[in-house]
């Protein structure tokens, strides 16, 4: 560099690595793949969209390269264009399958990350209304408002209804995607226009390359492989490159070209129908995107596909949802749009089921993490979802390295902690145990693995003495540290492991009890020392670090882990300095990587303000009800100007999952010692007089019903357990409101020690005993 004269250049590289704490590992080698796609994306992205201005754009490109836009962002120093304004789609697929599709917010049909994308347009009275610059004239939503598939409404202004609706569904085998658009003449007069359908060389996030494209016989075939399948032949198909413009702009009074390749991969094509409808006349226009391979041979079982199986397949879909949206837990929500959400989230989230794996995203992120994973598992277990769950184990400890690391990446060390607790959390909610004997010697490896890092510190005189290496960590707290939340998740995993082992009669070496005691006694002599430098401000994240939005990661030790109680002091205080300097607009803002309004660090501080009885968290899950998406989606981050996506993928898995997590423990919360119900119920539900509760909850203590019905002027709850084991555990029921001076009374005796019931009005909370019976009622008199 000096040689260069680029002597200036030469602080900057070595600053670079002394950014964070000394580590083995600098970065995780598995984020450069990441790093490079988006690298070279974001360069291609930036030289064909600025040399091809007249060409429609996706809709985040036409947004955020328009100076008009409130999503503007200039190009400027940066070579790379990356959507940063709406960075939204909504994932569609088959549970259990690795495919899946992608529906940006006007309708744009992606079949798979990084490839080209189609899109429906309407040519009328003059107008070209393509759904990229149809801003404002766009509408969304779920069929049905909660079942996975999406319909697009478009507005034209001319008495033309236009809409589609996009599903994937199985076909003899085939994993199909329907495109069915349907055109209705609203008017008084006869409509005649266009409609098409184009081929784009894009996608929502990056350039889309097609090389060679091709249409023969109703089929658009894209880079030689199956693409598109049209059940009605078009009236005029034309293919055109950079060179010759966007096909949509196309005269027809020239011959189109059916094919064309380009090394610049910027090909587009169009298929066009001439259509005339009377007054309220309507027409359905219906394409196949395929995911396997389609043949049209003559003999191709393809071939009887048409409108009308399309239509008899969909209403077997239709059923098929609706009877998977009836397994496992059972929730009544008197709230209209929480109820949407949640049913909603339910019903989509096998999307992010692979079969062997679960992933964070369909695009960015779909490969599998163990972070993302352990969240995912945990909310199919609360859905009681158990056959989601145990298939996912074989594939961890399948890759589990010979030194007893999980990893998921290199440089990141939260995992080992993270298997052992998901593994046991699910154990203990369907009494699994002696299904996992065979794991025991991987398990224990496992612990050792932590026990070997812990012990190369131990000696340090450094403020991490004990803990575990400096490392990314969970990727969104900065650079390699001696995070918190890394030693949280290790200490959580193996007292879990043990009192898993101890429920299984399982015999574990003597060593890990007493290494599990001075691990301990090292982390917490970390987080004093900690604490007490920042002066009682809150907890850092790390012995290293002052006060910032990464200290958000530390309530993960409250809530899920139980490492600390709700009202110890470093969290309250931590609460407040997070709640003062980080949220806004009703979120979680983490200013770290994400710089966005992150929805799942959201739920991670509602859960612990829910845990202290702070009703604040009633405000973020409004939020967060406030800032999805037409199709209750959320990307990983949120733009705070924009309120489209700005990073990661943009339907996030580990979002979806901390959703109905949270939904779900606000009817029910089982915590290590204690069962509690309706701790998150809001009382403005009561008002409304209309009755709630759940069905079928499988938690770590047993099986939980109960409906709250209004009689009167008392609520009745009735309630049902099952318990999983002899063993029971004290049962509250918290009061959303006030209690009157009248005693709530259990009807008809059925309570058979009336010691049993008592009042702990203090707490806000009637304790229902541990009790031997397992159905019981009782009447709330109460004033809001």
């Known amino acids: 560099m000096r040689i260069s004269r680029k002597a200036h250049l030469i602080p900057f590289w070595e600053t670079l690595s002394h950014m964070g704490r000394p580590s083995s590992v600098s970065f995780p080698p598995e984020l450069f793949e990441q790093g490079w796609a988006l690298l070279l994306s974001g360069i291609n992205n930036t030289l064909a969209i600025h040399s091809n201005p007249q060409w429609v754009w996706p809709y985040w490109v036409e947004q955020q390269l328009n100076p008009s836009s409130p999503s503007f962002i200039p190009t400027g120093v940066n070579i790379m264009t990356v959507n940063l304004s709406h960075r939204n789609w909504t994932s569609l697929g088959l549970a259990g399958s690795k495919k899946e599709i992608m529906v940006d917010p006007v309708g744009m049909l992606t079949l798979k990350p990084y490839s080209w994308s189609v899109f429906p347009y309407v040519k009328s009275e003059g107008k070209i209304h393509v759904p990229p610059r149809m801003d404002g004239s766009v509408e969304q939503e779920l069929l049905d408002g909660v079942l996975p598939g999406v319909r697009t409404h478009y507005r034209t202004g001319s008495g033309l209804q236009w809409s589609s ?28 226009f266009s409609f098409g359908l184009s081929i784009r060389p894009y996608n929502p996030l990056t350039l889309g390359p097609l090389n060679k494209l091709k249409y023969k016989n109703r089929l658009w075939r894209a880079n030689r492989e199956p693409g598109l399948l049209l059940l009605s032949e078009p009236d005029f198909v034309h293919v055109s490159n950079r060179d010759r413009g966007d096909p949509i702009f196309y005269k027809h009074g020239l011959s189109g070209e059916p094919e064309r390749y380009s090394l610049s991969g910027i090909v587009a094509g169009i298929s066009e129908y001439q259509i005339t409808l009377r007054p309220n006349e309507s027409r359905e226009l219906i394409c196949l995107g395929t995911l396997g391979k389609i043949d049209l041979h003559p003999n191709s079982k393809f071939q009887y596909i048409d409108a009308r199986s399309v239509r008899l397949a969909y209403s077997g879909t239709r059923e098929l949802w609706k009877s998977q949206s009836l397994e496992g837990l059972e929730m009544d929500i008197p709230q209209d749009d929480l109820s949407r959400a949640f049913q909603a989230v339910r019903n989509r989230f096998p999307v992010f089921d692979d079969g062997e794996y679960f992933t964070p995203g369909t695009f960015v992120y779909h490969q599998t993490w ?61 009494g699994k145990g002696g299904e996992y004997t065979h794991l025991l010697p991987k398990l224990i490896k496992g612990v050792r693995w932590i026990m070997q890092q812990t012990e190369k510190s131990r000696t340090t005189r450094g403020l991490h003495a004990g803990l575990l290496p400096a490392g990314f960590s969970a990727e969104h707290f900065g650079p390699n540290d001696h995070y918190f939340w890394d030693n949280f998740w290790s200490l959580a995993g193996i007292r879990d492991f043990m009192e898993l082992a101890k429920d299984s009669n399982w015999k574990l070496p003597e060593w890990i009890e007493e290494y599990y005691e001075g691990y ?27 006060m910032d939005s990464a200290a958000i990661g530390n309530l993960v030790a409250v809530d899920h882990l139980e490492l600390f109680g709700p009202n110890e002091d470093w969290v309250g205080k931590t609460v407040q300095f997070l709640w003062e300097t980080n949220c806004r607009q009703g979120l979680f803002f983490q200013q770290i990587i994400h710089t966005g309004l992150n929805v799942y660090l959201s739920i991670q501080l509602a859960r612990v303000m829910m845990l202290r009885g702070d009703q604040r968290f009633r405000q973020i ?24 996506g700005c990073m990661g993928d943009g339907d996030h898995g580990w979002a979806a999952a901390e959703f109905l997590s949270l939904v779900r423990d606000m009817y029910v919360k089982d915590l290590r010692e204690s069962l509690h119900l309706g701790w998150g119920l809001d009382p403005v539900w009561f008002s409304s007089r209309k009755s709630m509760g759940l069905s079928n909850a499988v938690t770590r203590h047993g099986t939980v019903s109960y409906r709250l019905n209004p009689r009167e002027d008392v609520w009745e709850l009735e309630y049902n357990i099952v318990w999983h084991q002899a063993k029971r555990v004290p049962v509250y029921f918290h009061l959303p409101f006030s209690l009157s001076k009248r005693r709530p009374q259990a009807s008809l005796s059925e309570l058979p020690n009336q010691n049993l019931l008592t009042l702990e009005a203090d707490q806000g909370c009637i304790c229902l005993g541990p009790f031997n019976q397992i159905t019981s009622s009782l009447n709330l008199v109460g004033a809001l």
Not at 173 to 184: K, S, W
Not at 630 to 635: D, H, M, Q, S, V
């Open 165 to 192: 609706e996009i599903y994937v569904y199985a076909d003899q085998g085939e994993e199909l995607v329907a495109l069915r658009n349907q055109l209705v003449n609203s008017s008084s007069e006869i409509k005649t």
């Open 520 to 546: 301990c006694s090292d982390v917490w002599a970390a987080l004093d020392h900690a604490y007490e430098k920042e002066a009682g401000l809150g907890l850092p994240c790390s012995p290293y670090r002052r």
């Open 621 to 644: 899950l409004h939020s967060i009800l406030k800032h999805a998406t037409p199709t209750w989606t959320w990307p990983e981050a949120i733009h705070p100007r924009t309120l489209g």
């Open 370 to 430: 163990i972070r993302d994973s352990v969240y995912m598992m945990s909310a199919c277990d609360k859905m009681n979802w158990p056959q989601r769950v145990a298939g996912k184990f074989e594939l961890i400890f399948k890759n589990q390295l010979p030194n007893g690391f999980f990893r998921s990446q290199t440089g990141e060390w939260d995992s080992n902690g993270q298997v052992l607790w998901a593994l046991a959390s699910h154990c203990r909610y369907f």
